[in-house]
């Protein structure tokens, strides 16, 4: 059939391949983190918009509009998760025609133990700083208490885990 089906990691080729696979793993990433601020900074512009709108609402006598919230939400998802889609799909295509098959082997092989790795420790990272905070808020830490010095600390790594567990860990599996 006239294919080689074999990789050699002394082909520089092959070499190229890993570490463009590892850095498109890395770049989707931080793709998907700088989504969940964007569409951070949108949903707080839209709250702060509803306070100054909404009558009553800081007081509790008025009523939100969550469906617009939601809608944000929603929108940015979609939105911003078709750069980093397209990257996924296009680069081993781009790879496999200009450098070869030696490179696209590389390429997916380098972006599966980047994956791998960067997966597993973002979706585990991002739980553990959860717990922390968790277990600050209910007694669990002796000396610690919601509000404490620690508990400020926990909050922050709270702000980094969650999308590290609900986002670029899951988007991580999907990219593999």
Do not use: Y
Request: charged fraction near 20%.
């Amino acid at each position: 059939n006239g294919l080689d089906a074999t990789m050699s990691i002394t082909d520089p080729k092959v070499v190229m391949g890993i570490f463009l696979g590892a850095m498109v793993v890395l770049f989707a990433a931080s793709l998907t983190m700088t989504s969940v601020g964007k569409a951070a900074g949108e949903m707080v512009d839209e709250i702060r918009r509803q306070f100054r709108e909404i009558p009553g609402l800081l007081k509790g006598t008025g009523k939100p509009d969550t469906a617009r919230c939601v809608e944000i939400s929603t929108n940015a998802a979609l939105k911003e998760m078709v750069f980093p889609g397209v990257v996924a799909v296009v680069s081993p295509v781009i790879v496999g025609f200009v450098l070869g098959s030696a490179a696209l082997g590389g390429m997916l092989a380098g972006s599966l133990i980047t994956g791998v790795t960067l997966a597993l420790f973002m979706s585990n990272a991002g739980g553990v700083w959860d717990n922390a905070k968790k277990f600050i808020e209910c007694g669990e830490i002796e000396g610690e208490s919601k509000g404490g010095e620690t508990h400020n600390a926990a909050v922050i790594g709270d702000t980094v885990g969650d999308p590290f567990k609900d986002t670029t860990g899951p988007a991580m599996n999907i990219l593999i």
